[in-house]
T-cell receptor
Framework: KAGVTQTPRYLIKTRGQQVTLSCSPI?????VSWYQQTPGQGLQFLFE???????NKGNFPGRFSGRQFSNSRSEMNVSTLELGDSALYLC?????????????FGPGTRLTVT | AQSVTQLGSHVSVSEGALVLLRCNYS??????LFWYVQYPNQGLQLLLK??????LVKGINGFEAEFKKSETSFHLTKPSAHMSDAAEYFC????????????FGKGITLSVRP
């Protein structure tokens, strides 16, 4: 099976702009989660979508939003970019194994805000 | 709330030496614990997971971890380090069912000296 794919891999944006990142999960996986990774804050959970509905949400401002399509592909959007949004954004697709979800990560999108 | 603590940010070992990366967890319910590895400019790869079926868990690339409830620990070990093990390692905990978000430790960078 193909793994989780994320596009684009690298992105440079200017402060105040908005950006959309895309994630295609592993075939058959219905849950997609997004994480932000920065040197200062480490790995932080943004949100999770399951069957086109947001199921869990982390502590990020409303500038961060996402959605999931009927084919399980997901996008996340960041509006009014700030310098502090520069990070590696990781997408993970999940499948239920018993009572626990196992998450498989994509390669990430490296966002640089200048 | 669930959390994991990884003490120290950097571990350096000689090639062929024992690798020991520490992780302690805090959870009010039976935890689901994971170790992930991240190579430069890549996403996270699942090394191993605690399933509650066995306290000693074997993973990929010769790594294993032992769950000790009395010590609230889930330390990662490998008997003999290889140069290719140099990477960043993350311990993570998740809930069960719909509460599947991963909470990560700060990560530990492993260096392997020739």
């Amino acid at each position: 099976k193909a793994g989780v794919t994320q596009t684009p891999r690298y992105l440079i944006k200017t402060r105040g702009q908005q950006v959309t990142l895309s994630c295609s999960p592993i075939s058959g996986h219905r849950s997609v989660s997004w994480y932000q990774q920065t040197p200062g804050q480490g790995l932080q959970f943004l949100f999770e979508y399951f069957s086109e509905t947001q199921r869990n949400k982390g502590n990020f401002p409303g500038r961060f939003s996402g959605r999931q399509f009927s084919n399980s592909r997901s996008e996340m959007n960041v509006s009014t970019l700030e310098l502090g949004d520069s990070a590696l954004y990781l997408c993970a697709s999940s499948i239920l194994q018993g009572v626990r979800y196992e998450q498989y990560f994509g390669p990430g999108t490296r966002l640089t805000v200048t | 709330a669930q959390s994991v603590t990884q003490l120290g940010s950097h571990v350096s070992v000689s090639e062929g030496a024992l690798v020991l990366l520490r992780c302690n967890y805090s959870s009010s319910v039976p935890p689901y614990l994971f170790w992930y590895v991240q190579y430069p400019n890549q996403g996270l790869q699942l090394l191993l997971k605690y399933t509650s079926a066995a306290t000693l868990v074997k993973g990929i690339n010769g790594f294993e971890a032992e769950f000790k409830k009395s010590e609230t620990s889930f330390h990662l070990t490998k008997p003999s380090a290889h140069m290719s093990d140099a990477a960043e390692y993350f311990c993570a905990v998740s809930g069960s069912g719909a509460n599947s978000k991963l909470t990560f430790g700060k990560g530990i960078t492993l260096s392997v000296r020739p």
